[in-house]
């Protein structure tokens, strides 16, 4: 099934499709080591990955081609936001659902609200890893 919209391969490892049309994550949450950079960043500094995260997303959404800037550095409105929320109610992960929401929206990657709220509250960073995992396959697809 292909993915259509602007933007490059939104299905690079070519993950086949199930019945209702959606696929499993290219990388699985708990393959965060991989991007071992990442995901220590995303454990010290969360509001910071969030923050590129969400600039990729909505730069590769408006523009179909990858935010030159990788998603700036990440010190912006809402990594501030995330690290109110973070370190004084410890609720950032709050914002991390409707990001990892529109990832699997873009991808046609299968879950729901109740997946996405788990994965953002009991696992940040490897959660936060994927989506820029994610991100990057298509990233990489149109030459960044």
């Known amino acids: 099934m292909a993915v259509g919209g602007g933007g490059g391969n939104r299905n690079v490892k070519n993950i086949p499709f199930n019945p209702s049309g ?3 994550w290219s990388h699985g949450l708990c393959d965060c080591f991989a991007d071992f950079g990442t995901c220590c960043f995303a454990y010290l500094c969360p509001c910071m990955v969030y923050s590129q995260v969400k600039h990729r997303l909505e730069y590769l959404n408006t523009h179909g081609r990858p935010d030159p800037n990788h998603g700036g550095s990440g010190f912006d409105g809402d990594c501030f936001l995330h690290g109110c929320l973070t370190f004084c109610l410890g609720a950032g992960w709050i914002l991390q659902i409707g990001n990892r929401s529109s990832v699997r929206n873009r991808y046609n990657i299968d879950g729901g609200a109740c997946g996405d709220c788990c994965s953002a509250c009991f696992c940040t960073p490897c959660e936060l890893t994927q989506e820029s ?4 396959l298509e990233e990489r697809s149109l030459g960044a």
């Open 133 to 136: 995992r994610e991100l990057e």
């Open 22 to 24: 959606k696929r499993e």
